[in-house]
């Protein structure tokens, strides 16, 4: 038996109240979700060098789309289990395919883990224990802390359940600075449980340990972000404490050491700093600053990636200039600033791939940006605002 409930927009803060509480034990699964809504996009304020460009079609089709439409999704199972890395089984020990996210589903694929098509529907897996989760349980959807939407998107998802009050079960080992964001919607840190005990994603220790939950709550991925989750990322917003810090903020990634390098970045950095903005590495600073950071800046600088993205925690008056490859298209940061309604430009850079010892191409996408066009256009907005 599946039931499927819908609830209306208007409804959608009271999920938890309303939808999960008609779910039954007797239930095979409850698949809930929100209707559809579209997130009206926000377009580039300006794109500078779209002459960098090197996936034109891509970035076509992105202007082109003007509305981004997700849902907020979970599946709600009694008598539950996980095992492995991410095997979610019902109470007749059934695995479900959509509740396995790409990335760890790539690798439980890759150890011969994961049922192929045809394959019988019982699970055949071995543990060494059993670790009981009574009451409910949300399922947070994350997988790595290297994956920064997906870190967001969990967030926005658990802004749903602040009237359940349910244990938060992560399945890899995540920075502290996370767990505060969680309590920072509403949860106790000390409903915070994690699976994996050390730094080490999917260890053998965790794989030893079958999970069996009362009421599992699984949010479904949609790799974007629903208006229903702004009210979450507000409430982050305004606990933070803003103080003096500085309006204008130019977010670095000096310490991504692998990927999307800027490699004129001292030189970048230098620049801006003389225009007034404060240079912050987001891993160098604690979440309590972090927030208060971007819950201050009007204006915000740096190359395309997690850290810009947390202009999620910034006001609807904050604009953000992105850095970025020509291979890249903005799509989260776009989603970030249509949730917020916060403008935003673009300003590309020629990109130096990388290539390995055997000729093939890699895909850090280093670039560099011109120095002197970007002083101009800061200066020249930070003229219009004054």
Same mark, same amino acid.
């Given at each position: 038996?599946?039931?499927t409930f ?5 409804d ?15 239930q ?5 979700s929100?209707?559809?809504?579209p ?26 789309d ?15 289990q ?12 059934r695995w ?8 760890p589903r ?16 019982r699970?055949r ?6 670790h ?5 349980t949300?399922?947070l959807?994350?997988?790595s802390?290297?994956? $920064?939407?997906? /870190?967001?998107? =969990?967030?926005?998802?658990? @802004?749903q359940?602040?009237? !359940?009050?349910? +244990? *938060?079960l992560?399945?890899?080992h ?11 919607t ?10 994996e ?17 009362d ?8 790799f ?20 003096t810090?500085s ?18 970045e001292?030189?970048?950095a ?13 891993s160098d ?10 819950? $201050?800046?009007? /204006?915000i600088? =740096?190359?395309?990636?997690a @850290?810009?993205?947390?202009? !999620?925690?910034? +006001? *609807? ?19 970030c600033?249509s949730l ?28 560099v ?6 002083e ?11």
């Amino acid at each position: 038996m599946v039931a499927t409930f819908l609830a209306t927009q208007s409804d959608l803060d009271q999920l938890p109240r309303t939808a999960f509480g008609a779910s039954l034990p007797g239930q095979d699964a409850l698949w809930i979700s929100s209707p559809s809504c579209p997130l009206r996009r926000q377009v580039p304020s300006f794109v500078d060098n779209e002459q960098y460009l090197t996936a034109t079609h891509r970035h076509d089709a992105w202007r082109d789309d003007p509305h981004h439409c997700s849902e907020i999704s979970y599946v709600v199972l009694h008598d539950a289990q996980i095992v492995e890395e991410w095997l979610v089984l019902d109470r007749h020990r059934r695995w479900f395919s959509p509740l396995i996210p790409p990335f760890p589903r790539s690798l439980m694929e890759a150890r011969g883990v994961l049922p192929g098509e045809g394959s019988p529907p019982r699970a055949r897996v071995r543990h060494d224990r059993t670790h009981h989760v009574s009451g409910d349980t949300v399922l947070l959807p994350v997988t790595s802390p290297s994956i $920064s939407h997906l /870190l967001f998107e =969990g967030l926005g998802c658990l @802004g749903q359940f602040s009237g !359940l009050s349910p +244990s *938060i079960l992560l399945l890899t080992h995540l920075p502290a600075a996370f767990v505060e964001l969680i309590e920072r919607t509403g949860h106790h840190r000390d409903r915070v449980l994690s699976r994996e005990p050390t730094r080490q994603l999917f260890s053998a220790e965790a794989r030893a340990t079958a999970w069996h939950f009362d009421r599992l709550i699984v949010p479904i991925y949609s790799f974007g972000l629903h208006p229903g989750m702004a009210p979450t990322f507000e409430r982050i917003r305004r606990s933070s404490d803003p103080g003096t810090e500085s309006e204008l903020l130019y977010v670095s990634r000096f310490d991504a050491l692998k990927r999307r390098v800027m490699l004129n970045e001292d030189e970048v950095a230098a620049t801006v700093e003389k225009l007034g903005f404060r240079v912050l590495v987001c891993s160098d600073v604690p979440e309590s600053e972090k927030l208060a950071e971007f819950a $201050s800046a009007k /204006l915000i600088v =740096g190359p395309l990636g997690a @850290g810009l993205y947390n202009c !999620l925690f910034s +006001s *609807i008056q904050t604009r953000i200039v992105a850095l970025a490859a020509g291979l890249y298209i903005p799509h989260f940061l776009s989603l970030c600033a249509s949730l917020k309604q916060q403008k935003y430009g673009l300003f590309y850079g020629p990109e130096f791939l990388s290539y390995d010892p055997h000729g093939q191409r890699g895909r850090c996408n280093n670039f560099v940006v011109n120095v002197p066009q970007l002083e101009r256009r800061l200066t020249h907005l930070l003229d219009r605002s004054e």
